[in-house]
């Protein structure tokens, strides 16, 4: 009896010991459902912790991929930044794929939209992209 | 969860990694028992058993650890199966806590198949069979500690981490005795069964305690509240592990207090069998349930 009491002791008094989180997208530049007046000059992401970003995909209306500098890296960082090419007026959608830091992969895609004129590059309802934790 | 021929392969690759440890831990924990409560040179034969089980668990732990990084890359890339030999998408895998896993992994097992091919099952007394023994245990521990390495408990402090260990230490001791108990009875005397089958029944409640408070420490860990245990997928898959894991209970009780006393009777001693192979059956929807949810479904957040 005493040794359940022991281990029942020792199971409470761990309790405040054990806390978790999970790595999610804090940040993306554009933000999700933005909608632009000019073409954005950067691509971003942000996580809350360390994740290994092995793809991101950018892709028009007509899901053609927009070239960009993205190159994966076994490197884990939370952030991450890439210059854009001149994009057309339309509606895009960025995928992306990371590996968190546990070793879950995890995917996300948040869109953003393109206007025709040529004013300023003000944002319309910003919103933090959407990111899935797969298992 | 997104289900797809990957989710497959790494459930596949889970079930192989948790059968050997399950394998690995059973026949330690039968040897051990074998050890002090055989006497004679009649159970030559079984300990041969379980020599040659061990080694073909551990082959098949070694080449689900060998795949691992590749069937990783491939999950990740989703660019078809080329997809697990994209170098970039290797690396990422390697570099991380994966591939952490996968190394001590595949340097547990290629030592414990050597270990056990040193087994000398003729010279169980000799010190270098107690080493043998001693270093395999060692060897089990890690294997059983690399499960912690990645997933819920990655970036959980050693105390949970120890807490899982202690876990799978505990399932796998107890499913992987399983098929060294049913091949006991056929390889051993019924008297021998019966010391084998007694003494480990006063180790399954050791077992059964270990498995019930870290169960219960890792279900308050990662469920935050109780009604997730019925709301959330992840709950749900836990209860039905719960359901599976007492049904193993009820029969291991039913071996212990009435089919194991009265195995000298040849009616009980065939239904101990029977029953010892249905709960090897439930045994393995334990592992199946234990690695869809630890591989495809999270955790509620």
Not at chain 1, 25 to 39: C, F, G, N, R, W
Not at chain 1, 46 to 61: M, N, T, W
Not at chain 2, 139 to 167: M, P, Q, W
Request: proline share 3%; with cysteine; glycine share 6%.
């Amino acid at each position: 009896m005493k040794f359940f009491k022991y281990v029942a002791f020792m199971f409470v008094l761990t309790m405040p010991f054990m806390a978790s989180a999970h790595v999610s997208v804090t940040h993306t530049l554009p933000q999700d459902k933005a909608m632009l007046m000019s073409s954005p000059e950067q691509l971003s992401l942000a996580f809350s912790g360390k994740v290994r970003l092995a793809k991101i995909v950018v892709q028009d209306a007509h899901k053609q991929p927009i070239d960009f500098d993205f190159k994966p890296t076994a490197a884990p960082s939370s952030d991450f930044s890439w210059p854009l090419p001149h994009l057309k007026q339309g509606n895009y959608t960025v995928k992306w794929i990371a590996l968190g830091g546990d070793g879950h992969k995890m995917t996300g895609e948040f869109t953003f939209m393109i206007h025709a004129t040529k004013h300023s590059n003000k944002t319309k309802m910003p919103e933090n992209g959407h990111g899935n934790h797969n298992h | 969860m997104q289900f797809s021929e990957w989710s497959l392969l790494l459930l596949l690759m889970k079930l192989a990694n948790y059968t050997a440890i399950a394998a690995l831990a059973g026949t330690l924990l039968i040897r051990f028992i074998s050890h002090f409560h055989l006497n004679g040179n009649q159970h030559t034969a079984f300990l041969y058993f379980l020599k040659h089980w061990q080694i073909k668990c551990l082959m098949v732990g070694l080449i689900a650890a060998v795949l691992q990084t590749p069937i990783e890359a491939g999950a990740i890339a989703e660019s078809g199966f080329m997809g697990m030999l994209d170098r970039p998408m290797l690396e990422i895998v390697w570099y991380s806590v994966i591939g952490e896993q996968a190394r001590l992994r595949i340097v547990s097992f290629l030592v414990a198949l050597m270990v056990a091919s040193l087994w000398n099952v003729k010279a169980e007394n000799n010190n270098a069979e107690k080493f043998n023994f001693a270093l395999m245990l060692i060897i089990a521990a890690l294997i059983a500690y690399s499960f912690s390495i990645t997933g819920h408990s990655a970036n959980e402090n050693a105390l949970v981490k120890s807490i899982l260990t202690f876990h799978l230490a505990a399932l796998a001791c107890w499913i992987g005795a399983l098929w060294p108990l049913l091949k006991s009875c056929t390889l051993l005397i019924k008297t021998d069964v019966e010391k084998i089958m007694h003494h480990f029944g006063q180790m399954a409640i050791i077992i059964v305690v270990v498995l019930l408070v870290s169960g219960l420490a890792l279900l308050q860990q990662y469920l935050h509240s109780f009604s997730a245990l019925f709301t959330s997928t992840y709950g749900q898959l836990i209860l039905l592990k719960l359901l599976l894991v007492s049904a193993m209970l009820l029969l291991g009780a039913w071996h212990k207090l009435f089919l194991v006393p009265n195995i000298n009777r040849q009616r009980y001693f065939e239904t101990l069998k029977g029953s010892i192979a249905v709960e090897m059956v439930i045994a393995l929807f334990v592992l199946i349930t234990t690695s869809v949810f630890t591989t495809l479904v999270g955790p509620p957040i």
